[in-house]
């Protein structure tokens, strides 16, 4: 019986996604990711329920107190609850994050298909283009265009979006320069398809596995790069509970009371850390040839 | 190879002057009058007039556009609003500091990196393969100035062993470099150790294992020079981000360098000072690129440039 049942697995057809995800569930790496990447998804939508306390009261008598049984991660400089901080900042972080890569992502995967596909001038002019905002170090664009903008929840979007645009762009633009050569799209081409129908048919939906992935790569960039605009003073300004803002906010007082600021970096680490892994371990499982592009 | 230095030296011109379109839009996007913003309430009339005219905000953008290139290939970056000395100056001051951090970082990325990566590929998918992989996955998902909050904690208050910031000395230099380089010591052990594997599946190593050598040897004499060129490229790209990072391992460390004179301009809405300062940072990211792609030459004989 139990042979038969074999037989059967074994005839029938594999789908290139089912393989994906036994791959992805086989990588104690990858799963490690997903679940930080889930408690993350679970504390940003429950924080009114998880947080002990608000996390805007400030009980001065209580400042920079040590974790205790009260305070379970310690007081901040002001003595607001650490741990309920943190868990309404993951709500920043995730809520930057997404949008920021969800902007590059259209935005930069529009680009990088029509560069891909069209080639010629318009390959040659956008590209340019890209390379002169891929011209500015890390961090330098985002603060080039807060300094222009100013600070706050969505004007630090609108900067670690701008800076993941060009990223994004290159890169769907080079899967789609490979998938362009493929058969399909050649005998597309060859029946006559036109040029939209080949593009949104065959070419862009072929591009979204390695965007997952890349995707997932970019949310730890991008929390990374919010954290540290924040950490500036130059992103999501007070009373919004943003981790980088409580680990600028503990400086002055490292000395005295470390956990101030080093409570919340564990929390950026550890969540960019999710998020290395789960793209890895999708990056692994869908395409593990796409490792030396990533 | 002549040709081709000189094919990407104008190749850059586009790139450079973008660059420059980019920094100078910085003021030109501040919602508002932009001289008002930075002068404050208190300014006089002619004050915000004379701050005006100096900018040039009373020309329409394209002829402030060509007045601005011609400045910057001048050296001329105008006048720093809180110190009214010369922009170029102000930076000049700081600018080594910036780059001598940066460039230890990246020799400590470099070294511990790649050695990292090799021991990582002589036992793909060991016990230290394994480690030395999640510790790499650890280091790039640092963030740098928390690390450098933490190496400050530990290794300047609690045991007083480096100085809590500032420069001066060697000793000044290791925890910001150390808090500088670990992300970029994370990517390039990666690098190292997938561009080894790679190359270790090709046909010369197979020879060379035919021959009898064994792992270690072959890794060192054979594939290790194969592989740096993908690394190289990567170390490119991680000097990008070294120097966006020092943006925050200098407010970290108190390092006088242009990432905090940056900082503080922005916040004395200094923004001449702040557009000068981008620009630095990025023409300096664009040159360092080219030498290090036209370093790819003496790595690999293989490439011609013709």
């Known amino acids: 019986m139990t042979e038969l049942a074999h037989e059967i697995e074994m005839t029938r057809p594999r789908s290139p996604m089912r393989d994906a995800w036994q791959r992805f569930l086989r990588n104690k790496l990858a799963l490690a990711g997903l679940i930080i990447v889930g408690i993350l998804v679970v504390t940003a939508i429950g924080a009114p329920v998880l947080a002990p306390r608000d996390p805007a009261t400030a009980v001065l008598s209580d400042k920079r107190a040590e974790p205790s049984r009260e305070y379970l991660l310690g007081a901040d400089e002001l003595g607001r609850d650490i741990l309920s901080r943190l868990i309404y900042g993951s709500r920043v972080a995730l809520m930057v994050a997404v949008l920021a890569v969800g902007i590059a992502t259209v935005i930069g995967g529009a680009i990088g298909l029509v560069s891909g596909f069209l080639g010629g001038w318009v390959d040659e002019v956008l590209m340019r283009l890209m390379d002169i905002l891929l011209a500015f170090p890390y961090l330098l664009l985002a603060i080039a265009v807060v300094a222009a903008l100013g600070t706050g929840v969505w004007k630090t979007t609108i900067a670690v979006a701008i800076w993941a645009v060009p990223n994004f762009a290159r890169v769907i633009r080079g899967q789609v320069l490979t998938i362009k050569e493929r058969d399909y799209v050649l005998a597309a081409e060859a029946l006559g398809a036109r040029t939209t129908r080949q593009l949104f048919v065959h070419v862009a939906p072929n591009t979204i596995a390695p965007v997952i992935v890349f995707a997932s790569l970019y949310m730890a960039n991008a929390i990374l790069l919010e954290a540290a605009l924040s950490f500036l003073g130059l992103g999501v300004q007070p009373p919004d509970a943003s981790w980088g803002l409580m680990v600028a906010s503990g400086r002055d007082f490292l000395r005295i009371a470390p956990h101030v600021s080093t409570i919340p970096g564990v929390a950026i680490m550890v969540t960019v850390l999710g998020f290395n892994l789960l793209g890895d371990g999708l990056r692994d499982a869908i395409d593990p040839r796409l490792k030396n592009r990533f | ?306």
């Open chain 2, 1 to 306: 190879m002549r040709r081709y230095v000189i094919r990407r030296l104008i190749g850059l011109i586009p790139v450079l002057l973008g660059v420059i379109f980019v920094t100078m839009l910085t003021i030109e996007l501040i919602p508002g009058d932009p001289v008002a913003i930075m002068l404050g309430e208190n300014a006089r009339q002619e004050q915000v007039e004379a701050l005006r005219a100096h900018l040039g905000l009373d020309q329409p953008l394209p002829v402030r556009y060509v007045k601005y290139v011609g400045n910057v290939l001048t050296g001329d970056l105008g006048r720093s609003i809180q110190t009214n000395r010369s922009v170029l100056a102000e930076i000049m001051d700081v600018w080594p500091n910036t780059l001598l951090l940066a460039i230890a970082a990246m020799a400590l990325a470099i070294v511990v990196g790649i050695a990292v990566g090799i021991i990582s590929a002589i036992r793909p998918y060991g016990i230290v393969d394994t480690v030395a992989r999640v510790l790499a996955l650890v280091g790039l998902s640092m963030p740098i100035f928390w690390l450098g909050l933490v190496l400050l904690y530990a290794f300047a208050y609690y045991f007083r062993i480096f100085p809590v910031g500032g420069t001066g000395s060697a000793r000044h230099y290791v925890l910001p470099a150390v808090a500088l380089a670990t992300p970029s010591i994370g990517v390039l052990s990666r690098m190292t150790r997938s561009s080894l594997l790679d190359v270790m599946g090709e046909d010369f190593i197979r020879t060379a294992r035919a021959k009898g050598l064994k792992g270690a040897k072959i890794i060192t004499g054979h594939a290790l020079r194969n592989a740096m060129i993908p690394v190289m490229s990567v170390v490119g790209l991680q000097f990008g981000q070294l120097l966006g990072g020092s943006v925050l391992t200098e407010t970290v460390f108190s390092w006088p360098g242009l990432g905090r004179l940056t900082v503080r301009g922005i916040f004395a809405r200094d923004y001449v000072l702040v557009q000068g300062a981008v620009l630095t940072f990025a023409m300096a990211f664009v040159f360092i690129n080219l030498l290090i792609d036209l370093s790819y030459a003496y790595i690999d004989p293989r490439i011609h440039y013709d």
